[in-house]
């Protein structure tokens, strides 16, 4: 029985070893200090190359696997968090790049060629995952020239990486909102303690009044908070997060609709199949067939 790793206290992560470098290149396993609900000044480039799992970027809830690629914006919260069995850790999981907007705005006063990198990174304040296979694997080559290279080498490899990425048209957007530029540190902590509460108790029914007796806070002003911080109302939030869970079953295993239902904390099967309907423009049973073609195609 595999349980996902608990989301920590949303933080503001402050990266201080740009040591004057155009781009900083990281990879990290799992567990790991820096696996947490965040965000910072930095665009991110995420590659994951281990383990599957649930993934947050600003309101989206989604899944990941290995050969996931991803490219966030400015400010916008995210996290990956590995469906793991307790005990278990990998070495390398993730493997990023961070940049900032002033590489890329000093940059085409002298290379005009930079300005067609404007699209792309105007996309990545929604956050972005990248679903064409070729881009892909070519990302995971061009982030291992990445990890293996220095100075000029480095810089040259990352922009013809981004280059790729800006002409692939497979993409998804994340995110139904963009995040200002001068996100509150303090407002993301606060809504994304519910956001953790809400991640450990959604399977089971969950009022709105509860979440904000957690926090301390009265509900109409709970409510307001949450919806201004996330993009969505409480029961929209939890519905999506309930809806993710519930493809992961359709599409893991065979059992019956209704216990997918259930488990996945609706505790109406008409609702249920509304909701899956809205969200996804088609029935639990469709979706489960989809899937399985996939998987054996």
Request: glycine letters at 6%.
């Amino acid at each position: 029985m595999t349980r996902p790793t608990r989301i920590t206290d949303p933080s503001y992560e402050l990266m201080d070893d740009h040591e004057g470098r155009s781009i900083i290149y990281r990879q990290h396993g799992f567990p790991c200090p820096l696996v947490r609900w965040h965000f910072h000044k930095e665009y991110e480039l995420h590659l994951l190359v281990a383990t599957s799992g649930k993934v947050f970027v600003g309101d989206y809830i989604g899944n990941f696997n290995p050969g996931s690629l991803f490219l966030t914006g400015p400010n916008l919260p995210h996290n990956w968090i590995s469906q793991m069995q307790s005990g278990q850790s990998v070495n390398k999981r993730d493997m990023l790049v961070n940049f900032t907007d002033e590489l890329f705005d000093q940059g085409h006063q002298v290379f005009s060629e930079l300005r067609s990198l404007a699209p792309l990174l105007e996309r990545a304040r929604y956050g972005i995952e990248f679903r064409c296979a070729q881009t892909i694997a070519q990302a995971s080559l061009s982030m291992q020239r990445i990890a293996d290279s220095q100075g000029i080498s480095r810089l040259g490899h990352f922009l013809i990486l981004m280059e790729s990425l800006a002409a692939c048209e497979d993409y998804q957007l994340l995110s139904g909102t963009a995040v200002a530029q001068d996100a509150d540190e303090h407002a993301v902590e606060r809504t994304n303690r519910a956001v953790d509460y809400i991640f450990a108790h959604y399977a089971r029914e969950l009022s709105l009044e509860e979440v904000a007796a957690y926090l301390g806070m009265k509900p109409t002003y709970f409510s307001r908070v949450f919806k201004q911080a996330t993009g969505r109302c409480f029961v929209e939030f939890v519905n999506r997060l309930r809806i993710s869970k519930s493809c992961e079953l359709l599409a893991d295993g065979d059992r019956p609709v209704t216990d997918v239902c259930f488990e996945s904390g609706f505790n109406n099967i008409s609702n249920f199949n509304r909701r899956f309907q809205q969200l996804k423009g088609m029935t639990p049973s469709h979706y489960r067939r989809l899937a399985t073609q996939r998987l054996s195609s």
